[in-house]
């Protein structure tokens, strides 16, 4: 049975890199052994070792190089020459495999040309090189066993693998490392961390610059964490056991980003209402509803003024730049309330709408003193209108109900009048009848004063504008306007 081991590369990390990136490698033998096939025809063995290596870009086999020695087993045998394998630069090789041969010679025990020369036999059947063991290949993709996937064992040191075959085995090493060195470019960013762009085999380390960590020191693309606001020079120096040295470094200057605190002057707020939003650190704001795409402002100022917040805007965002053209959004879920929708229902002069906590009634768009209640009676022609207050705390009117046939029309009676017209301090009533009675009410339909029996009529206390004067007897029921200036 062929048996293959790979010895653990002892180190304090694995690292994979990416195999896109062009290695040089080498591959060296470092002992070969043989454990049994005694010979029983003298007082050592004579074993002969040869080994190759290919990889998956050069096909072809190299190495070879016959190794052979005198002792008695177990033999370990450390060649002083001829130990490189293979050597490769800037190859995308990511495989290896491994080719043996090995045998014990009795053909020829010295130092001959047929000793690196397997045989039969030598000495028709009485005398023949032994115990044979040829793997072509070892371990590889088109043997029993996969090939070494070297990139996969660190850089820069040296990763030991053993094999066996028979009686006979041996231990290479292989030492790989990047082709390509660079730290990367210089770097101006916003915040306080950034992926770094190097290649190669090296270590990060901060050569100037306050505070600052690398995720992994070794991967040349790590993430790199600082302090906003400060300058660092980083170097890429080469990895101690690497072949080749080289060292590197970029400036990377990390900006400080704004932090823009957007708020609003009221959240939650009722549909319809306007609603101002503010936010800090910038000399640019674009402010956003729904989307950030939906721009509604986009200057120097730190505050917007949204007009009339719709029910379905659900989310504000601002965009703040600074001077350093760093930008960072900042969002603000809103709760918009929805308004109640009141409609009026209209009986004769009597008016009605639903049932709400708070009611307000108006005229002509000015709002009925004392119309407080779900209903209200027109006394007058014009528009009326009712406001509601919901049980979310949000106002809400309704349509107009036009009204034509009520209140103050004035009726064609020249049994009664009222004079002077406009009036200052006094109004006269001229009337045939004795027993009546004299309302003068604003055109909101509140009473402002009453009289009765009465024709010369004190108004003096009364506000400058129009009034209707509502005459009322047994046999009359009639309205007047007037000025009171």
């Not at 005398?127 to 064992?153: M, T, V, W």
């Not at 605190?261 to 910038?282: H, K, M, R, Y």
């Not at 350093?324 to 959004?329: K, Q, R, T």
């Amino acid at each position: 049975m062929i048996l293959q081991t790979y010895l653990t590369c002892l180190c304090c990390f694995l690292f994979i890199f990416s195999s896109a990136q062009n290695v040089n490698y080498t591959a060296e033998i470092l002992e070969f052994y043989m454990t049994g096939c005694d010979d029983g025809a003298g007082s050592d063995e004579e074993p002969t070792w040869k080994v190759y290596t290919r990889d998956n870009i050069s096909t072809g086999w190299e190495g070879g190089t016959c190794h052979f020695t005198d002792g008695n087993i177990p033999i370990v045998y450390i060649p002083s020459s001829g130990t490189v394998i293979a050597s490769k630069s800037n190859t995308t090789a990511t495989l290896i495999d491994v080719r043996f041969e090995a045998w014990e010679d009795d053909c020829d025990g010295g130092s001959g040309a047929d000793r690196c020369n397997f045989d039969a036999s030598c000495l028709a059947g009485i005398q023949e090189d032994d115990c044979l063991q040829y793997h072509d290949p070892l371990a590889g993709s088109f043997g029993a066993y996969p090939s070494i996937d070297f990139r996969n064992d660190p850089d820069c040191s040296w990763n030991s693998y053993t094999f066996s075959a028979g009686d006979f085995g041996v231990k290479i090493r292989i030492r790989w490392e990047y082709t390509d060195f660079t730290a990367g470019t210089n770097v101006d960013t916003c915040g306080n961390t950034i992926d770094l762009s190097g290649a190669g085999s090296g270590q990060w380390t901060v050569g100037s610059g306050t505070g600052g960590t690398f995720s992994n020191q070794t991967d040349p693309t790590t993430t790199f964490l600082g302090t906003a606001g400060q300058s660092y020079v980083l170097n890429w120096n080469t990895l101690a056991g690497c072949p080749t040295t080289n060292s590197d470094n970029i400036t990377v200057n990390l900006f400080t980003n704004p932090v823009p605190q957007l708020e609003a002057d009221q959240n939650p707020l009722c549909e319809g209402e306007n609603i101002t939003f503010t936010a800090q650190d910038g000399i640019q704001y674009d402010f956003s509803i729904n989307a950030l795409t939906n721009v509604m402002q986009s200057s120097g100022s730190d505050t917007y003024v949204h007009s009339t917040i719709g029910a379905s805007d659900s989310i504000a965002f601002v965009v703040v730049t600074n001077s350093d053209a760093c930008s960072i959004s900042d969002t603000l879920v809103l709760n918009v309330l929805p308004k109640p929708a009141p409609s009026i229902t209209r009986t004769g002069s009597d008016l009605s709408t639903g049932v709400y906590p708070f009611y307000q009634w108006y005229y002509n768009g000015t709002p009925i003193v004392g119309a407080t209640s779900q209903t209200h009676t027109a006394t007058a022609n014009g528009n009326y209108t009712v406001q509601v207050q919901g049980t979310n705390g949000c106002v809400g009117e309704s349509a107009p109900e036009v009204i034509t046939n009520v209140g103050v029309e004035e009726l064609a009676d020249g049994s009664f009048s009222v004079f002077p017209n406009p009036a200052e301090r006094t109004i006269y009533i001229k009337s045939e009848e004795t027993q009546f009675k004299i309302c003068l009410k604003t055109l909101t339909g509140k009473a402002a004063a009453i009289f009765e029996n009465e024709k010369e009529l004190d108004v003096s206390h009364l506000s400058k504008g129009m009034y209707v004067v509502m005459y009322s007897s047994d046999k009359i029921l009639t309205s007047k306007k007037i000025i009171i200036q």
